[in-house]
């Protein structure tokens, strides 16, 4: 049986931290894929599994939207395997590895506090774990964290955080563990966890740094000596970090950056110095991170230099400042000197000059850990009654608990979600146009058009919004008013495989068949396996009489894509005019079996039959076909004439048995 001090100390705390984590985070079962959910899952071919055996496995891993992050993409792929696109079960693990993440951090704080404070004997046992429950509560119900958990893709975030901290925990348990087997073991799960982590997401490059900075302010107890003795340990230690810098950003790493920033709106110096007001801005949204204040896709204003504005002078300041006072408080405020230090310090990567996006809130995840632990170690001090500091934890855990509930809410609305982000980046192209996608798949394509087009109004080259009215048009029959769209996309990106064939497709049904032709061969050049493109070019040829070379293009369309019925229905009707009726009749039936339904195959094969004089069985197809189409007068018509041919044949096989 469990003894009342592990069942106080450890049981309890992880059940109450579970429990919050599923009533805070119940309502983001439903919440659809949005914003890079899509590359990084929908359309993402690799995570597509049938299996999991290795080679399935390896598959998933690689040839992913980010390279670095195979570990991620693998429980993508197990997501998949289990439940293909089906949201729950992708929220359910996010949600299962932030409740881990906050009993991580439970342990993390604790055994932190036992380094501070137990040993010197300034507080007792009972103290250290309500305080690291405490902050360990308050991080785990922050709504600044909704980001990390209800946005799926931000697994990457909060699994190589898990990691993170798992590396951590073993490397200090290692250290204070008076077996050696127990010991080697500890710190190869250290090692493993570090590189699970790094697998994960980038930013864990930080990790050996914050293991030797743990190890020296709460192990060390900050020894001067002990750093000299130990340079021959950090110097390669410093040259094993840069060696990954090097193996992510290649053996050209600025010139990998400079080319990246090709791509952005500001440049590398206008960046670091937005960063610095970022960073405010991340602290401002932990201290007050009322629901009405989060965003998925900011407008951060850009800092043109010091002055330009001037928050971002005021934010350099603020920041050297915090690191003055981490050197400063480093013997007599320990763990607000590591706290500062821990947040700035994993921050640091994606708030550097990689061209990164400027703001997002799952950055903070990670680095807000220490500093919600400093803080509550500070309010405890401070805060003498103790019914006084259970009100104070109850009243900061409820509130926060609501925000997170509340924006929570707000991501399970799609379209009203991306009219919140409207509403904060009115200025910003990307919701307008993430708001018309919203809409477009709810069906509302007429209203998806305004906003793809309000997105052109702001961002004139915003190719996909073009492109996406065009298809919207194109498909409503407005065939010549999508035309122009798909050209404008073809000028912003002349190799948009997409927008050539939307604009083959459209010019083909506006019936410019050599146009089309064009632009067909013009995307056969660019993709040499791509079906649609010489089903296209034979449809062009079929239209101008020219059947043999229209043959040879459908045979090849059908060699790269088999399953393409519309394919097999335009080649049995071009065989059909060629009179080789039983060939063009497999055809036909082909396309049947890839679409049973499929009107217009029923109508050729029931025509087939006719012109083999099979005209019991052509009546049937015909029938079939009109069973869809009940309207149709000529599939009446020739339903009519096979019946009328058979009951003729059948009158005169009557007369030449007399």
Avoid at 12 to 29: E, F, G, M
Avoid at 50 to 79: G, L
Avoid at 462 to 483: C, M, P, T, V, W
Wanted: glycine share 4%; with cysteine.
């Amino acid at each position: 049986m469990l003894d009342r001090y592990h069942l106080k100390q450890h049981i309890l705390p992880s059940a109450i931290l579970i429990i919050v984590c599923i009533l805070i985070y119940s309502n983001t079962l439903e919440v659809p894929f949005v914003f890079d959910d899509r590359p990084n899952i929908v359309k993402n071919e690799s995570i597509r599994i049938d299996d999991i055996k290795p080679e399935s496995i390896i598959r998933a891993a690689s040839n992913n939207f980010c390279k670095n992050r195979p570990v991620a993409y693998i429980t993508f792929a197990i997501n998949y395997y289990l439940g293909i696109y089906d949201v729950k079960g992708y929220h359910l693990v996010n949600i299962s590895v932030h409740v881990i993440n906050s009993m991580l951090l439970f342990y993390l704080f604790r055994m932190t506090l036992v380094l501070i404070y137990k040993r010197k004997g300034d507080m007792h046992d009972h103290s250290i774990s309500c305080i690291a429950f405490a902050a360990a509560l308050i991080w785990l119900v922050h709504p600044l964290h909704t980001q990390s958990v209800t946005y799926i893709v931000q697994r990457m975030t909060s699994l190589c955080s898990m990691f993170f901290l798992g590396s951590m925990i073993s490397y200090i348990t290692a250290r204070f563990s008076a077996k050696s087997l127990v010991r080697y073991a500890l710190f190869s799960l250290c090692i493993l966890s570090g590189m699970l982590s790094m697998m994960t997401k980038e930013n864990a490059a930080t990790l050996p740094v914050f293991i030797f900075l743990y190890e020296w302010y709460f192990i060390q107890d900050q020894s001067v000596k002990w750093i000299k003795q130990r340079c021959l340990i950090i110097i390669p230690g410093i040259a094993v970090f840069l060696l990954i810098v090097l193996l992510y950003l290649g053996i050209n790493p600025v010139e990998r950056i400079m080319a990246d920033y090709s791509q952005r709106e500001f440049t590398p110096v206008q960046r670091i110095m937005t960063q610095w007001r970022v960073i405010m801005h991340y602290i401002g949204l932990m201290f007050y991170p009322d629901a009405s204040r989060l965003n998925l896709d900011y407008h951060f204003a850009l800092s043109y230099s010091l002055f330009k504005p001037v928050t971002t002078i005021l934010s350099l300041i603020a920041i050297i400042t915090m690191v003055v006072m981490a050197i400063y408080l480093v013997k007599k405020e320990l763990l607000i000197s590591f706290s500062i230090l821990w947040f700035l310090g994993n921050l640091a990567i994606e708030s550097s000059i990689i061209p990164l996006e400027l703001v997002y809130e799952h950055r903070t995840y990670l680095p807000s850990m220490f500093p919600v632990l400093a803080l509550t170690v500070f309010a405890d001090r401070y805060i003498r009654k103790y019914r006084i500091k259970i009100a104070a934890v109850l009243i900061i855990a409820a509130v926060c608990s609501y925000w997170t509930y509340e924006r929570n809410e707000l991501w399970g609305d799609r379209i009203a979600f991306w009219e919140d982000c409207i509403e904060k980046s009115p200025d910003k192209a990307r919701p307008h146009f993430n708001m018309g996608l919203a809409l477009s798949g709810s069906g509302k394509k007429i209203d998806a058009i305004k906003f793809y087009e309000k997105t052109i109004e702001i961002d004139p080259d915003f190719k996909d919004a073009h492109k996406n009215i065009g298809y919207i048009l194109f498909h409503q029959g407005r065939i010549k008013e999508s035309i122009p769209y798909f050209i404008k996309v073809l000028t912003i990106d002349p190799d948009d495989k997409q927008a050539i064939e939307n604009l083959a497709n459209a010019l083909l049904a506006g019936k410019e068949y050599k146009k089309s032709m064009t632009f067909f061969a013009k995307l056969i050049r660019i993709d040499p396996d791509n079906a649609q493109a010489y089903h296209g070019i034979g449809y062009c040829l079929a239209s101008k009489g020219r059947i043999d070379e229209a043959l040879r293009f459908y045979e090849r369309s059908i060699s790269i894509n088999a399953d393409n019925a519309e394919t097999h229905l335009h080649l049995g009707i071009s065989l059909a005019r060629k009179r080789q009726y039983q060939e063009a009749l497999r055809r036909f039936s082909e396309a049947i079996r890839i679409r049973p339904n499929y009107t217009e195959a029923f109508e050729g094969a029931g025509t087939a039959l006719y012109m083999m004089h099979r005209y019991r069985d052509s009546i049937r197809f015909f029938n079939k076909a009109l069973a869809n189409e009940p309207d149709s007068e000529s599939l009446r018509n020739k339903l009519n004439e096979a019946k009328r041919m058979m009951d003729y044949e059948t009158k005169a096989d009557s007369i030449m048995s007399i």
